[in-house]
């Protein structure tokens, strides 16, 4: 079965420290990669989207993302964190398979706090 | 202004009452999806569609209902059958071209709140 794993529940930084939010998944065949992040009350904004090539992806707001297939992750990060960025983020994944149907299978979300 | 328009923002149901969620998007995207979004459960999907007058069930579509009559448009129905309503409900869509139906992102709506009272 293909799902989408964030292994915690809370990531704690420092405003102008780096930081990182995980996500592992299992899908069978190539995977597509997606990030989003959700402010309190409001939709889904999309981040950034690995499909194929440069194992870095560079998205919006100074975050990118390592694709990583051995380890079969794909961490959201960030160099300098800034306290605007704390919210709630969602790893994703679509995977190809029979039905091709776009399915996005979300990961159980990561909330990001940033003290000042 | 382009993008994906759910209504209302706030809605309570009473025991037993059906209630429908409003979705509109004027992206030209094929298509649309609903997901629940419940506490420390990220999102499950509800229904999705990729065409007009064509829809598939998700993981959790017992006590739902959908319809896609037109391409901007994918109401979701909370019947009296789905026990326990309350939570987030967000509605999507994406392009769905052959070809290009994984690699896309999926844009979303500002969400419906659903309480019961």
Redesign the interface.
């Given at each position: 079965a293909q799902s989408v794993a964030q292994p915690e529940d809370q990531v704690n930084v420092a405003e102008g420290n780096p930081l990182t939010v995980k996500c592992t998944y299992s899908v069978s065949g190539n995977p597509y990669l997606f990030w989003y992040v959700q402010y309190p009350n409001r939709g889904l904004q999309f981040l950034l989207k690995y499909i194929t090539g440069d194992n870095l992806v560079k998205g919006s707001y100074g975050f990118e993302a390592e694709f990583n297939k051995s380890q079969t992750s794909f961490h959201l990060k960030k160099p300098s964190a800034l306290v605007s960025d704390s919210a709630l983020y969602f790893c994703a994944v679509r995977a190809p398979g029979s039905s091709n149907t776009g399915k996005l299978i979300f990961g159980q979300g990561t909330t990001l706090q940033v003290k000042p | 202004d382009g993008g994906?328009t759910?209504s209302p923002k706030y809605l309570f149901r009473k025991e037993g009452q059906n209630v429908t969620l409003s979705c509109e998007q004027n992206l030209n995207h094929d298509?649309m999806?609903w997901?629940r979004q419940d506490p420390?459960?990220?999102?499950?999907?509800i229904y999705?569609s990729?065409i007009v007058n064509d829809f598939?069930k998700?993981d959790i579509a017992e006590g739902y209902s959908v319809s896609r009559e037109k391409k901007e448009s994918f109401p979701l129905t909370v019947t009296s059958a789905q026990k326990n309503p309350t939570a987030?409900y967000?509605c999507?869509s994406?392009i769905?071209l052959p070809g290009r139906?994984?690699?896309t992102?999926?844009?979303?709506?500002?969400?419906t709140?659903l309480t019961v009272v």
């Open positions: - | 994906i759910q298509a999806y997901y420390g459960q990220g999102l499950r999907l999705y990729q598939q998700g987030f967000l999507a994406s769905s139906r994984l690699n992102e999926a844009f979303f709506g500002q969400g709140r």
